[in-house]
């Protein structure tokens, strides 16, 4: 029974997991039902996958910020990063990655990776141009990565700052930075400085 003002997604979820058969190959039973059930026209749904865990979750201060959700087949690390990005919590300076290691000791939750993915695409289009599979993952930035493809691709900046809109415009998105790094160089010497200076310039000083 699915009442009123309870999501299709979720019932259906309570349910298989009460149901003893359908447990050998739940994700395909709930998907299954999920897609039967919502294609009635009577049955609205919001969502095709159910919320498995909610989890309150609250800073060093106490104070709530919000509650965490994990959806069926839902990648922990990729669930916990949007929840990171719209509660701005990367800003504040908060380890995602000790969080992280909470959830993944919670009963039911399934960690199979520890790097998120942040946007992904098999066939991302860029300035009206395909450029194939686009995968993003947390430790890179979105416009890194949009001006090495509009390098790669002999695209315009208008090209490559129209997608960083597209793709930062999402709150699941955390973007740091709106220029590219085009060069960078680590443990910097002096002497390093006097060979190489500065190599992005027309001159070192």
Known sequence: TIRENQEPADAIYEW?????????DLDGAVSTLIDEICNEKRVKCQRRAPFIKSI???GPDGN??????????????????????????FAKGWDIKIVLSQLCA???????????????SDNFTMGGQ?????????????IDVLYRKRLDFNLTIE?????????????????????AAVYSMYNISVLDYARFGNETCQRKY
């Open 16 to 24: 298989s997991m009460a149901n003893d058969q359908l447990k050998e």
């Open 56 to 58: 309150p979750l609250s």
């Open 64 to 89: 709530r910020v919000g509650v965490f959700r994990l959806m069926l087949g839902q990648e922990p690390i990729d669930a916990l990063y949007g929840f990171f990005s719209r509660h701005g919590l």
């Open 106 to 120: 919670i009963d039911g939750v399934e960690c199979t990776r520890t790097e998120a993915v942040k946007f992904q």
């Open 130 to 142: 395909s450029i194939g599979p686009l995968k993003i993952g947390e430790k890179e930035e979105v």
């Open 159 to 179: 090209d490559q700052m129209e997608s960083f809109a597209m793709i930062c415009k999402e709150a699941d998105i955390y973007c740091a930075r709106t220029r």
